[in-house]
């Protein structure tokens, strides 16, 4: 993996002097990172299946996010090694009973095994919201431990050219459904940035990618005096946001959660200015 990006880190940094707790953030990043460079892909999803969905994208973007032609062509017995790999590096500074729970419940049940991972690569949020409440375990912690171990295979699928203007609703990634939060310029390009599975989908910049809006007086964006790198972008129809950074600015991003953390303050000015990331309501970014 590539360094990380020194504007974002600086800027993360200075973040965390006023919001210590931040630091959690950081550390749960952290361990994905670690993960994903030590990980076999080809252990957890069918070799065969991965390589037809594939050549089904080449041949026609499908409506359906990419990743969930995947349901039922993973191993049961890899994703609990990998879930309980992901969730032990996080208990080794997180006490979290909930995540212990998680783990125990994954070791006595196959049948939940398989149905969570399939959830997952469904995006079914609302699943996990009411999961969480039976296992006891944070939303947003369960969903980055049963997430993490399909990126690998999400990231084997995110083969969209990035000369190619692609169309997309509800910011919903076309890899993996989750919902996106984020966006990268470059060379003047604009490309929606997945905060899951890294996929770039290049996008006309004058659209509102969650409701469709054109009309460029009510497509708008905010910045931070002194900070043009970093744009709070928003449709007045829609009243949602995304987070951009222009990497002609601040060069390589290659991790999107140190994307994402290192704007947190954006996400606080969008709420004071009464935007959300979704007006769907159903899917969450994790
Ligand atoms: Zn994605
Ligand atoms: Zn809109």
Not at 16 to 24: A, F, G, M, Q, V
Not at 122 to 142: H, M, P, W
Request: hydrophobic fraction near 35%.
């Amino acid at each position: 993996m590539a360094e990380e990006n020194s504007f974002l880190r600086a800027r993360f940094e200075e973040l965390k002097t006023e919001h210590p707790k931040l630091d959690i953030l950081d550390f749960l990043r952290r361990c994905r990172v670690e993960y994903l460079l030590n990980i076999d892909l080809l252990k957890l999803v069918d070799e065969i299946a991965l390589y037809r969905i594939k050549k089904q994208i080449r041949n026609k973007i499908p409506e359906t996010p990419f990743g969930q032609e995947l349901e039922n062509n993973f191993d049961h017995s890899e994703y609990l090694i990998q879930i309980e790999n992901v969730g032990n590096a996080i208990l080794s500074r997180l006490e979290d009973p909930g995540l212990k729970n998680l783990i125990e419940l994954f070791r006595k049940d196959d049948n939940i095994v398989r149905e969570i991972g399939n959830c997952v690569l469904k995006s079914e949020y609302q699943y996990f919201v009411n999961r969480a409440k039976t296992i006891g375990i944070d939303v947003d912690l369960l969903t980055f431990i049963v997430d993490t171990p399909f990126i690998p295979a999400y990231r084997e699928l995110s083969i969209l050219d990035p000369e190619e203007l692609y169309n997309v609703r509800n910011r919903r990634c076309l890899v993996c459904g989750r919902l996106i939060n984020l966006g990268i310029y470059k060379r003047r390009k604009l490309y929606l940035f997945c905060k899951l599975c890294r996929t770039r989908i290049h996008v006309d910049q004058f659209r509102c990618h969650n409701c469709g809006n054109t009309d460029s007086y009510q497509l708008c964006f905010y910045m931070l005096e002194g900070q043009p790198e970093l744009k709070l972008e928003y449709c007045k129809v829609c009243k949602t946001y995304f987070k951009t950074a222009d990497e002609d600015k601040i060069g390589n991003v290659d991790d999107p959660l140190l994307l994402d953390i290192a704007t947190l303050d954006y996400d606080s000015l969008a709420q004071k200015k009464g935007l959300s990331s979704s007006n769907t309501k159903e899917h969450k970014p994790s």
